[in-house]
């Protein structure tokens, strides 16, 4: 017996190969990966966009003043990190997996796979998570060396910050790596593959949130849905949105104590002040506080006796991340498993 076939890793190997049919498709699509330049390629691009900001503010002196440079790990997170992420990522999520099934109906190579012991479900399955390791995999990397990095830098590291800023940032590469390949098992060609998942990404970025505004709108206007009862729905829409439920948990880790979570889910509204109270008292569970700034009053969300409700914490929130590789899944594989390959 060989030393590849010996080991603990070869029987967590084995065991996984016979438990679960769609981790022998997992494999190969990560195994692929390596043998091909695009994973160090990604893990290259993923490190010198991490990396570039700090070297130029921190060790050049370039774009942040020294006032800013104390501001430390808030100011980098909050305001390049997250604008870089919320925009690069689920474009290299596309390229890495909007052709991982259409191109092998393209070729005909899906009909060898599936004559192999594998359903269509275990295809689908494999495809995701094979290809959510080839992402995830050069990103954590890469955000190893950056942590190196910064704790070399004049900054002032916060590992515990940084750990769950890159935990946040894994899981939300993970779920547009799993949108992408479930829109890929929808459709024939890649080019059509591609273009769904480019509108998607640009309904996601650009135009959820307006409707989940609009839907509140709607409920007010048409239905005579008033109140509270409307900003849940809104709030929940929201949140339902990858790219802004990201945004609003790095956010509350940015925030200080525990206040954090109720201010980052506030934040995502932009009312007048009745409708800014009524969020914050009625649907957050805080104490709306009015102050006079240069525009006018504007409404304050504090702590208030009740803690924030459980669907809008932070732990919650990654569940409505994580809800959108179920639904991605589901569709993709009753569109699959409808499909004349």
């Given amino acids: ?9 070869a029987d967590v190997d084995r065991t996984l190969r016979n438990t679960f049919e769609w981790y022998t498709v997992s494999k190969k699509e990560f195994k692929d990966a390596i043998r091909s330049k695009g994973l160090w390629l990604l893990g290259l691009i993923f490190t010198v966009a991490f990396i570039s900001p700090v070297a130029l503010a921190l060790y050049f002196d370039v774009g942040v003043s020294q006032g800013a440079q104390e501001l430390g790990m808030q100011l980098l997170l909050s305001q390049i990190y997250t604008r870089m992420v919320t925009f690069l990522l689920p474009i290299v999520a ?6 991982a099934i259409s191109k092998e109906r393209t070729s005909g190579s899906l009909k060898l796979l599936l004559s192999l012991p594998h359903s269509r479900k275990d295809v689908i399955i494999g495809k995701v998570l094979g290809r959510c390791a080839v992402l995830g995999v050069p990103l ?34 993970l779920v547009f790596v799993a949108i ?23 309904y996601f970025t650009f135009l959820w949130n307006a409707g989940a505004n609009g839907v509140g709108k709607i409920l007010t206007n048409e239905l005579g849905v008033t109140g509270a009862i409307r900003w849940h729905a809104v709030l929940l829409l929201k949140l339902l949105n990858p790219n802004q439920a990201y945004q609003t ?10 206040n954090a979570a109720r201010a980052a889910r506030y934040q995502m509204f932009s009312q007048g002040e009745q409708a800014s109270r009524t969020i914050c008292s009625s649907v957050l569970n805080g104490s709306p ?4 700034g240069v525009f006018g009053t504007f409404v304050t969300c504090q702590a208030g006796s009740n803690p924030i409700p459980f669907v809008y914490s932070d732990p919650f929130v990654v569940v ?8 991605a899944a589901t569709i993709s594989y009753y569109t699959f498993n409808l499909a004349d390959l």
Avoid: C, H
Avoid at 1 to 9: K, N, V, W
Avoid at 152 to 160: A, C, D, Q, V, W
């Fill in 289 to 292: 506080q009015a102050q006079e």
């Fill in 1 to 9: 017996m060989s030393t590849a076939d010996a080991g603990p890793l």
């Fill in 180 to 202: 992408t390949v479930s829109i890929s098992g929808a459709f024939s060609k890649s080019l059509w593959s591609g273009a769904a998942n480019f509108i998607v990404y640009f």
């Fill in 249 to 258: 948990l790095i956010s509350s880790i940015l925030g200080e104590g525990e």
């Fill in 94 to 99: 596309i390229f890495v997996g909007f052709a």
């Fill in 320 to 327: 409505f991340m994580l809800v959108w590789v179920g639904i």
């Fill in 140 to 173: 954590a990397i890469s955000l190893g060396l950056t942590a190196v990095f910064l704790a070399f830098s004049r900054l002032t590291f916060k590992p515990g910050l940084f750990a769950v800023f890159s935990f946040f940032t894994l899981v939300f590469a």
